[in-house]
């Protein structure tokens, strides 16, 4: 299996937004909650302060590194929740077909009909703001397309001799769901998952930048953005910043995402020279 430039691209603006996650607690250089100084406050890039401070003092560098924290806990937890809904209701429906299977295209359906942000909208005004309600807000909104890819691929896959022969042989159907059919289509449910990290991560800001995501004053780069918003003429580089990490994380799963489809899918590859 080769990787083309798109897959090594973004997986190496992923890595770069893992790692700041990962040790952001040993390279970060203050404390991204409670090192506020307003003596220092809107200060520009420099030796101490690499991307400057904040409003309130704070190092944007610091505060841009935990935020990576929240952004990765969002778009990993929020896929996985997509995914287990997502194939469980597509592999199902596909299989067993009937009224399983007109019930689960009717609900998909009904949630591809509702803007994805209204939805998340809507759940996190019943729930309320925090990133628990937010994990659950995202992790129900976008499974319906994960669905819609399971139960396609399982359509195609039950048909198969090696499926034929576990029925055959008295594999029950979850058995063979689980089994026979889940592994042989995991190659799309992934590359779906990876582009849904970069649409997760673009949501979280989304909805923290409307004041219903992360709270302050804990570090994500959409509340980033919030209390940039009277500063940007004053302190350009406290949007700056924060806006081009959303860009690289965003784009680093997109092509990542497109990279591990070309590399995957048999079609694609017979059409490259």
Known sequence: MRFGFNFWLGASLTALVILAGVLAPWIAPFDPVLDADLMSSELPPDATFWFGTDGQGRDVYTRILYGAQISLTVGIVSQVIN????????????????WWDDLV???TNVMLAIPSLIFALAVMAVLGPGLPSLLVALGLTNWSWTCRIARSSTLSLKSQGYVQAAQTLGYGDLRIMFTQILPNMMGPILVMATLGMGSAVLSEAALSFLGLGIQPPFPSWGSMLTDARQLIQLAPWVAIFPGLAIFLSVLGFNLLGDGLRDSLDPHMRTRKP
């Open 83 to 98: 995914s287990v809904i997502g194939v469980t209701l597509g592999m199902t429906a596909g299989y067993w077909g009937g």
């Open 105 to 107: 295209n009717g609900l």
